[in-house]
């Protein structure tokens, strides 16, 4: 044993040392100093780059430093770097430029920048990536954090100041790209995620998984594991007193069977982490392994085993009618027919799986309230889900600042397990997944396997279309059924097509199971569709831009639903990308022969914004003492900008300024149920609550012709309003698909330059240009955020990322998107103000995906001339089989 | 229901039939009561806690007032819509 002493932050430590001390630096600053602004992703290994601190003035991965070796050494985490209330100037240019998202890799960015900078204080693009590339983030795309370490060297070189680059807010709120409410507090390490949360007599939870797809359970020993040190108990489904369930398939903890690798059996909690997952090896479990459902076309073969005893394994299937689609092809002057596939994709967010849960007394209850802290994107239904699961009314969830989701946390798991054990041991209990276990819990992007005839007219005017498409759904239905109906919500995509027939079905395998994931079956179907039309454009002989004008819906048409249009700006999008478009045919055309070639692609996409369906929201608005008002909604944040968004416009409508406005939108005993952060339905369903609900405030006020709180007080009148948003869409007749499940639409139009190797199959996406039409822009930084990283994420999905479950563990193998594959983007934002929009506002981050992976393949087809790959990621080993299909002719 | 506003005791009354229950009481109307006038003022259901507090009935009472209980039975005919997930 040693005693090393170092500088953290500027004050002395002295630390006593093992000789096989294991400790690193990550554990001193986040366990033994309360400095949890270094974060942690990659379960240690030094791939993610968020717990990078200063040592010595030199950026290191907190993960890999160990204790021992920094006698002497000064540290400087994020904590030590600036506050809130007296930032560092990157700090302030990471707002500014609005680099900050989810935020969990903000403090590492951070850090590795100020290293950077104080090396070279003038870094050109090369340099920032070269330095950064380890950096990982998975919401900006990267764009905006290039432009925030290019600001902090114009401000810490005096080339600029705080004040030249501030916006005004006097200068008009709607339309102003204002920093954040949340991002200053992200991005000095301030704000608290799930696996930041630390109390008294805090107990680890960590789970027995299993290592079988699907078997039964015959019997589970844990009596040695319960006497090892440190373990305070082990529970198992008989413990738990509710339904045992988080949804009618899917066990809280498994009693009786398996259904996919990685399913819960048991939980071990004890006083360190370590101590819990040492126990969780000393749990026997007996298993019986049953046939295993690998594949769809396994799952729907007569005599299959079923995945659910009581749920055939084909579980879900809805067609899709309008007007009659085999006379249609019948007199199209062309058809072309093509198999699309995509793949199983985690959605990725840095932030693992993290929970907390402990019960509260009070005086005033009978019982004490269960407070679960966890990271849905749906607190209100979620807190049902748990009431029922445990069989414990008396509950509140809270939700503390979240690391990314993209659709991810419209399920839980680990909240579940904490939950359940906190109640059962009646102590705080926190689970923070490794990475690898996060993976294995979490939902998936679903894959799809899509049979496709698109037939037009030689004049170019499409005349049917055709779509058979198979769902492999994995192990729990989870928004199964969801994903099928989204997709046929949005199935024509942008266009008029008189007649369509589609049939979709969902097929239960011992896959790992899908869930949410932005966008969440529109990207599927549309890379289809948009791949057909290139197919039907090549072969007409047609411009791609031209052929998608040609057929782009007008008002007075019906998408695939039979639903009547009355707004549809898509063509202007196609429109404002046609100079880049030309510009970038021009530049490529004279690189189509030796090994770099480039190409060009297009494709568009039109979103239905909502669930689809019925869907209402609530929010509240109170007018404070202060002339302030403050905002209740069950509103998630996890780095889309919510927060931005409500201020602003709660601003604008009250004429305060916006340091005025409070949210309130964390936890569900304060907040009306505004329902999930899905379906890009934030600002248009949640932002129209409050706009009513401030209309309301507004027209009390005026009935009296009050100036503020005091008038109100005096009148006797409340200050506080309940708005609603309710969106009277429908469901899908049952045996037409048929119905409206929108009542309105994002649209765009995406442009990919792309340059492949073509000796080693190798594609480099030079730039991306995206023009989409949201309406009402109420805050043009953060849309371009949202469509910078949405880009990202669709090329990722179209050349690069695939989950195999068991086998993709970490960042790494998953292909994590990096400053080194980072591209050039240029956003376009038209404004047509939507009839029934916040303002005129809709939502944006999910449609950004859908035209991605088909304009990526088209313009490696336009390089390359080889065959169109269909089947995603178009890994180098496709590209390489497309170039040898088009050479054997 | 998406439009809780539309409720009518009338429709309280259906459901009751449908859940066995042939008239509605005093306590049924107390318990709807207080569950519609919670919700227009918070836009969510209250916990049973708040229930209980709120009509003066002891939780057991509530729970057997209903056929299908509170969260099925009660909340139903009181017209709350449950928090969604995606259909």
Redesign the interface.
């Given at each position: 044993m040693k005693k090393i002493t170092l500088t953290v932050n500027g004050v002395l430590r002295s630390i006593q040392v093992e000789d096989d001390d294991r400790r690193v630096l990550l554990d001193l600053l986040r366990e033994n100093l309360g400095l949890p602004g270094t974060k942690q992703s990659c379960d240690r290994k030094g791939q993610c780059g968020a717990c990078t601190v200063l040592v010595n003035n030199r950026a290191v991965r907190s993960c890999l430093t160990r204790l021992r070796d920094l006698d002497g050494a000064e540290v400087v985490s994020i904590e030590g770097l600036g506050t809130p209330e007296k930032p560092h100037p990157i700090q302030e240019a990471y707002v500014l430029t609005g680099a900050i998202q989810c935020g969990f890799c903000t403090p590492g960015m951070i850090m590795a920048t100020k290293a950077l900078l104080d090396q070279d204080p003038h870094p050109d693009t090369k340099l920032i990536k070269e330095t950064l590339q380890r950096n990982l983030c998975r919401c900006t795309g990267y764009t905006k954090i290039l432009q925030a370490v290019k600001l902090a060297a114009e401000l810490l070189s005096g080339q600029t100041t705080l004040e030249a680059v501030r916006p005004d807010p006097r200068d008009g709120l709607i339309g102003a790209s204002l920093p954040r409410p949340n991002a200053l507090a992200l991005a000095c390490g301030t704000a608290k995620f799930a696996g930041d949360m630390q109390m008294e007599g805090l107990l680890h939870l960590a789970a027995v998984r299993s290592p079988h797809a699907h078997a039964l359970i015959r019997s589970i020993d844990y009596s040695t594991a319960r006497a090892m040190p440190g373990v305070v108990g082990v529970m198992t489904a008989q413990d738990i007193k509710g339904s045992n369930r988080l949804q009618d398939d899917q066990p809280l903890l498994c009693d009786k069977k398996v259904h996919v690798m990685g399913d819960a059996v048991a939980l071990v909690v004890a006083e360190t982490k370590d101590q819990a997952l040492a126990a969780t090896k000393a749990v026997l479990v007996e298993h019986e392994p049953l046939p295993i459902v690998a594949t769809t076309d396994q799952a729907l073969t007569d005599g299959c085993i079923r995945v659910h005893e009581q749920i055939p394994n084909l579980c879900y299937e809805h067609p899709q009618i309008k007007g009659d689609a085999a006379s249609a092809f019948g007199n199209s002057d062309e058809v072309v027919e093509a198999e699309f596939s995509t793949q199983l994709i985690h959605q990725a967010p840095l932030e693992p799986e993290a929970a907390f849960a402990y019960l509260e007394t009070s005086e005033d209850?009978?019982?004490p309230k269960l407070v679960v802290v966890g990271r849905s994107i749906?607190i209100?239904?979620h807190?049902?889900v748990l009431q029922?699961a445990l069989g414990w009314?008396?509950?509140r969830y809270e939700q503390p600042f979240i690391g990314g989701q993209f659709g991810i946390k419209?399920d839980i798991t680990a909240e579940g397990l904490a939950a359940a054990a906190a109640l059962h041991f009646k102590r705080p209990v926190r689970y923070v997944c490794s990475l690898a276990e996060a993976m294995w819990i979490t939902p998936k992007r679903h894959p799809f396997t899509m049979k496709v005839r698109l037939g037009a007219r030689r004049d170019g005017k499409l005349t049917a279309y055709a779509i058979d498409f198979t769902v492999n759904n994995g192990a729990y239905m989870s928004?199964g059924?969801?994903i099928v109906?989204?997709s046929l919500y949005m199935l024509s995509g942008s266009y008029s097509i008189p007649a369509v027939e589609a049939f979709g079905r969902l097929v239960y395998t011992n896959d790992a199971w899908g869930g949410?994931a932005r966008g969440?079956g529109p990207p599927q179907v549309n890379f289809a569709l948009e791949s057909a039309m290139e197919l039907m454009a090549q072969r007409l002989g047609i411009d791609p831009l031209e052929f998608r004008l040609i057929n782009s819906l007008r008002p007075g048409e019906s998408i695939s639903t039979g639903q009547v249009i009355d707004e549809w700006p898509y063509a202007g999008c196609l429109e404002a990308i046609r100079p880049h478009y030309e510009r970038a045919r021009r530049e490529s055309s004279g690189s189509k022969k030796g090994r770099y070639r480039r190409g060009v692609g297009i494709a568009g996409g039109s979103f239905g914004i909502g669930?689809?369906?019925?869907?209402?929201s609530?929010?509240?608005v109170e007018l404070m003492p202060d002339g302030g008002l403050t905002v209740?909604?069950s509103i998630s944040d996890p780095g889309e900008g919510n927060d931005a968004m409500l201020t602003q416009i709660a601003a604008h409508l009250m004429r305060i300024p916006p340091e005025k406005v409070l949210l309130v939108t964390r936890d569900?005993e304060r907040?009306?149920?505004?329902?999930?952060a899905?379906?890009s339905r934030v600002t248009y369903m949640s932002g129209g609550a409050m706009v009513n609900a401030i209309e309301q405030l507004k027209a009390a006020m005026a009935e009296i012709s009050a100036q503020g709180y005091d008038d109100m007080i005096a009148a006797g009148k409340p200050t506080r309003y309940?708005g609603?948003r309710?969106q009277?869409a429908t469901?899908l007749e049952p045996k037409t698909g048929q119905g409206a499940p929108f009542e309105s639409r994002v649209h765009g139009a995406q442009m990919a330059e792309v340059e492949v190797d073509t000796e080693t199959g190798n594609v480099r996406v030079v730039k991306m240009t995206a023009a989409v039409d949201a309406g009402t822009v109420i805050n043009p930084v953060i849309v371009e955020g949202q469509i910078e990283g949405g880009m990202d994420m669709g090329v990722g999905m179209a050349l690069r990322e695939e989950y195999v479950h068991g086998r993709t563990k970490d960042w790494v193998s998953i292909h994590f998107p990096t400053m080194k594959t980072s591209f050039e983007s240029t956003v376009i934002l038209l404004q047509t103000p939507r009839k029934k929009g916040t303002l005129g506002a809709v939502g944006v981050s999910e449609f950004v995906l859908l035209p991605t992976a088909a304009a990526v393949i088209t313009a490696i087809q336009d390089a390359t001339g080889g065959a169109r790959i269909c089947e995603l990621p178009a890994t180098p080993a496709r590209v390489l089989a497309s170039l040898a299909r088009k050479r054997a002719g | 229901m998406v439009h809780p506003e539309s409720w009518t005791k009338r429709f309280a009354e259906i459901l009751a039939r449908e859940d066995g229950l042939a008239e509605l009481t005093e306590v049924h109307w107390r318990i709807i009561d207080f569950l519609r006038q919670y919700y227009q003022a918070n836009g969510r259901a209250p916990l049973n806690t708040e229930l209980r507090k709120g009509t003066g009935l002891a939780l057991a009472e509530i729970e057997a007032s209903f056929p299908k209980g509170i969260r099925l039975g009660a909340r139903r005919l009181a017209g709350l819509p449950n928090p969604k997930s995606c259909a």
């Open positions: 209850e009978d019982e749906n209100h239904h807190l049902m029922k009314d008396n509950m419209m928004v059924r969801a109906n989204r949410a969440a669930r689809g369906g019925a869907d209402r609530n929010v509240a209740y909604g569900t907040t009306p149920d505004s329902s999930s899905s379906g309940l609603t309710i009277d469901l | -």
